[in-house]
């Protein structure tokens, strides 16, 4: 099939559509909606047999493709933003989803609106600039992952779950309080619109549901940066500390006999502020775990959400085309494309189920690590306090330990308020849990009755 020019044109859709096409494991395109037969502009006896790169515009580098193809052949999902061009050169954006399914892969592309597709331009302009200058793929790639790391992202899965889950927030908000038409009371769809009503209604009622969820994903993201940074904090208060039992030890030497209590304080302190650091290195150790868990919880809901979304609007797309007479595909194909979108759904869900009840698990860890820290501080204060006394003995005492007793003070407090921070972030987080664990509970239910809406259509 020959290819157009590109144009500066854009072939708009409009925020509320959504559009998803289904590929064999080869990138062969087997299935599609009417936005994406309409958005690209192939007829779709045309575009099913093609490749889908027969929508790939020549503004994308090969990376980001290498990316998503090494991905998704290790049966794991991917998120992108991506610039397509249309049958007559027109480009669109979009931020593509795919998911492994049995068979091939699905992709499910909603309208970018945030920030982030401002960027992408020049950050996909700069990867094609590092594959044509020799480095290829593979120097892409790395110079993909190094823009993201200049913005704050570890990883690409890190972006692609913020960008997927801020993506999702705009499109609510750009439709919040729209109302969605799903069906005309003057027609009848073959005896199924009973049915597909009910289809689309629980497929809404699950979408609405994570939205509600999404406002405690973000307070998860947020508590697990509150975690890394009070953790630095108290890292950095530990190296400060640096040699003061040594610099004790020396004093108390010089003091003579005076001095000898005041060496037992230091070696103690030092001892137990040692132990600290063993505690720490668990304590980030888990918080790491936490922050893997709180990322994939974040991009399963999120992944959830969309599927759902679609199912929805599907159906309403569907009643809509039939009413007009306008329908190309099947209701087969229809009802395959939709157990397909339900199926994923709720192995989602029921993924960030699992997610969600391993965060339970390890914030309850967390919390029990937190009140061995916090005994340990409340040991180093009752020592500090001894070394006060001691040094208070004498005006030379006083002369000689009255830094080092000063320098004890401050690592105390500087523990002490993070470590106090930390339970009160627990404490919140645990509440988020428990909500959300029974909002995905009712949602795996709107599923099956969604799925028995389905089996009637």
């Known amino acids: 099939m020959a290819r157009s020019t590109p144009t500066n044109q854009e072939s708009r859709f409009s925020i509320d559509e959504l559009f998803f096409s289904k590929t064999d494991s080869r990138g062969i395109i087997l299935a599609g909606n009417e936005v994406f037969v309409r958005v690209s502009g192939y007829p779709r006896q045309e575009m099913y047999g093609a490749p889908h790169n027969l929508i790939r515009h020549p503004d994308m580098p090969r990376c980001v493709f290498k990316l998503f193809w090494e991905t998704i052949q290790k049966d794991q999902p991917i998120g992108a933003y991506v610039k397509n061009m249309a049958a007559n050169g027109a480009f669109y954006w979009v931020f593509a989803c795919a998911f492994p399914v049995e068979g091939g892969y699905l992709s499910i592309r909603l309208k970018p609106s945030t920030a982030f597709l401002a960027l992408m331009p020049g950050i996909y302009s700069e990867l094609l600039r590092v594959e044509r200058g ?7 790639v790395r110079k993909l992952l190094e823009i993201l790391k200049d913005k704050g992202y570890d990883s690409y899965q890190a972006f692609m779950t913020d960008a997927l889950t801020q993506e999702l927030r705009a499109r609510a908000v ?24 009910a289809l689309a209604a629980r497929s809404g009622d699950a979408a609405h549901a994570y939205a509600s969820i999404f406002e405690r994903l973000d307070r998860f993201a947020q508590g697990s940066r509150t975690f890394e940074q009070q953790t630095a904090t108290i890292l950095k208060a530990y190296r400060e500390l640096g040699l003061l039992s040594f610099n004790m030890a020396i004093a108390a030497d010089s003091a003579g006999e005076q001095g000898r209590t005041l060496a037992v304080v230091a070696s103690t302190f030092q001892k137990m502020a040692s132990e600290i650091q063993g505690q720490l290195a668990q304590f980030q150790e888990s918080m ?89 501080v409340v040991g180093l204060e009752v020592i500090r306090q001894s070394g006060t006394v001691e040094s208070s ?14 320098r004890m003070r401050n690592f105390v407090l500087s523990v002490k308020e993070p470590t106090r921070s930390v339970g009160d972030t627990l404490v919140s987080l645990l509440i988020d849990v428990q909500d959300t664990q029974s909002l995905i509970s009712s949602v795996l239910e709107t599923f099956r009755q969604a799925s028995a809406a389905l089996a009637r259509v």
């Open 134 to 140: 020799g480095e290829g793929m593979e120097g892409g």
């Open 174 to 197: 750009a439709l919040e309080g729209r109302k969605t038409r799903v069906f005309s009371e003057s027609r009848r769809i073959d005896g199924s619109l009973s049915a597909l009503m």
């Open 288 to 376: 790491q775990r936490l922050t893997v868990v709180i990322q994939d919880s974040r991009f399963r809901i999120a992944a959830a959400c969309l599927q759902t979304e679609m199912t929805a609007f599907f159906v309403r797309e569907l009643v809509a085309a039939t009413e007009s007479g306008k329908q190309e595909g099947g209701v087969e194909e229809f009802r395959k494309s939709c157990t397909e979108l339900l199926a994923l759904a709720g192995s989602y869900s029921e993924q960030a189920r699992q997610g969600i009840l391993q965060l339970q698990a390890l914030l309850r860890r967390f919390t029990n690590e937190r009140e061995e820290l916090e005994a340990s």
């Open 393 to 406: 003995r004498s005006n030379e005492l006083k002369a000689a330990f009255g830094a080092h007793i000063e």
